[in-house]
């Protein structure tokens, strides 16, 4: 039972287009979420998050949405960049324990 | 600030064998940590959850015996993955925080590559 999913696993975008990178979770709990970049073999990088009082974040070049009433987040990219080729994460946390739980991920291809 | 160091980054061993991955923060204190394996092209996976002094909560179907979790101080998590067999081969990353802080109050260690052969 995945809480939180994104259901798109790839998404190609030309330089300096927007990427839109989509998450949809399942438990009305879940009361902050964070989005993070990731290279193979390391870590996730964080990029930006949101608590579930807002429905609105930006910083810089990205922007993450979350409308709490179809319980789905959107990450924007404006403008891409080659550079911001990796495997993107949304990821929750309930008001329990402080856990994150994590989406699939999906995988961001800038082309120059 | 708030850095996890994960050690090591990548180990290759034989089965049957144990491997211990250390998670230290740096700058600060983690009261909590929790540890996430990753099987390639999926997703990060909570094994468990571990506070300073006490006994770490595992996710189910994570065998507690297997996968030992110690979190002796405020900086310094390790699991030990016992007697390893080749299925045990995976990512595995650990994690300080749930609490404010920059980072979105989460701070990742640089994952560890384990291969069992």
């Known amino acids: 039972d995945q809480q939180v999913k994104q259901n798109s696993p790839s998404l190609s975008v030309q330089e300096g287009r927007i990427s839109i990178l989509n998450c949809d979770y399942t438990?009305?709990?879940?009361?902050?979420f964070l989005w993070y970049k990731k290279y193979p073999a390391e870590g996730p990088t964080f990029l930006i998050s949101?608590?579930?009082?807002?429905d609105k974040n930006e910083d810089g070049r990205f922007t993450v949405f979350l409308n709490k009433s179809a319980k789905h987040l959107s990450l924007h990219i404006v403008p891409s960049q080659p550079g911001d080729s990796a495997v993107y994460f949304c990821a929750a946390r309930g008001n329990a324990g402080n856990m994150l739980t994590f989406g699939g991920g999906t995988r961001l291809m800038v082309k120059p | 600030g708030a850095v996890v160091s994960q050690h090591p980054s990548w180990v290759i061993c034989k089965s049957g064998t144990s491997v211990k991955i250390e998670c230290r923060s740096l700058?600060?204190?983690?009261?909590?940590m929790f540890w996430y394996r990753q099987f390639p092209k999926q997703s990060l996976m909570l094994m468990a959850t571990s506070n300073e002094g006490s006994k770490a909560t595992y996710e189910q179907g994570v065998e507690k015996d297997k996968f030992l979790i110690n979190h002796a101080s405020l900086t310094l998590s390790t699991l030990t993955v016992t007697s390893a067999h080749p299925e045990d081969s995976s990512f595995y990353i650990c994690?300080?925080?749930?609490?404010?802080?920059?980072?979105?109050?989460?701070?990742f260690g640089s994952g560890t590559r384990l291969t069992v052969v």
């Open positions: 700058d600060f204190q983690a009261t909590t």
């Open positions: 438990n009305s709990m879940f009361d902050y």
């Open positions: 994690s300080a925080g749930g609490g404010a802080g920059g980072k979105g109050g989460y701070t």
């Open positions: 949101i608590s579930s009082i807002k």
